[in-house]
């Protein structure tokens, strides 16, 4: 079956401009992931979704950052006001469960952000 | 703070060398811990699990992982490394948001 899917899988963005960036997590999982992936470095968690609400935001680095799924399925990752930092590549994950021992987190393709 | 340590940041074999990958976790709790790999041009899958019971986990492809809790451990190993093992390799811990290791990138020689 389809995995994750995200769009783009590249952006390209000046500084201060807004983007947003979009998942399309397995069919039928409750659970969502957002993690960024700066060069060199494992993924670092952003904000975890159970449904349609926002189960953990502790992630987030601050408040340019917000990330929605209004219907318990696709989910937007929008930053605004972008920064060279923001570079990296954010990556989306979803499991049918969010614990217990069949848990296992299957991931998309990255969308790479790039901010000049 | 929840934190995964993995001792290598890059490993070279020569095909059919044993591969030891070492990981080390700080975390509070209830402990699940995954190794995860990333081939070149894919994204991340994954290896295999632990979340309870015998601590010899293996996995796909010929992947073993032992968790010794006394040492906070849980390093990945193959008896006998391919060349299609290239990839990077994360170790990571938690229940629901996962805490990351760095990544061991493996370069395995034909």
């Known amino acids: 079956g389809a995995g994750v899917s995200q769009t783009p899988s590249n952006k390209v963005t000046e500084k201060g401009k807004y983007v947003e960036l979009r998942c399309d997590p397995i069919?039928?999982?409750?659970?969502l992931y957002w993690y960024r992936q700066s060069l060199g470095q494992g993924p670092e968690f952003l904000i975890y979704?159970?449904?349609?609400?926002?189960?953990?935001d502790s992630g987030l680095p601050n408040d340019r950052f917000f990330a929605v799924r209004p219907e318990g399925s696709v989910s937007t990752l929008k930053i605004q006001r972008t920064e060279r930092g923001d570079s990296a590549v954010y990556l989306c994950?979803?499991?049918?469960?969010?614990?217990?021992?069949?848990?296992?987190?299957?991931f998309g393709p990255g969308t790479r952000l790039t901010v000049t | 703070a929840q934190s995964v340590s993995q001792h290598n940041h890059h490993v070279i074999l020569s095909e059919a060398a044993s591969l030891e990958l070492g990981c080390n976790y700080s975390?509070?709790?209830?402990?699940?811990l995954f190794w995860y790999v990333q081939y070149p041009g894919q994204h991340l899958q994954l290896l295999l699990k632990?979340?309870?019971?015998?601590?010899l986990v293996k996995g796909i492809k010929g992947f073993e992982a032992e968790f010794i809790k006394s040492k906070f451990s849980f390093n990945l190993r193959k008896p006998s490394v391919q060349w299609s093992d290239t990839a990077e390799y994360f170790c990571?811990?938690?229940?629901?948001?996962?805490?990351f290791g760095a990544g061991t990138i493996l370069r395995v020689k034909s």
């Open positions: 994950a979803s499991s049918p469960y969010p614990t217990g021992p069949s848990y296992e987190q299957y």
């Open positions: 069919s039928g999982h409750t659970a």
């Open positions: 979704f159970q449904g349609t609400g926002a189960a953990d």
């Open positions: 975390y509070g709790g209830t402990v699940n």
């Open positions: 632990y979340f309870s019971g015998d601590p």
């Open positions: 990571a811990v938690g229940v629901g948001k996962l805490v």
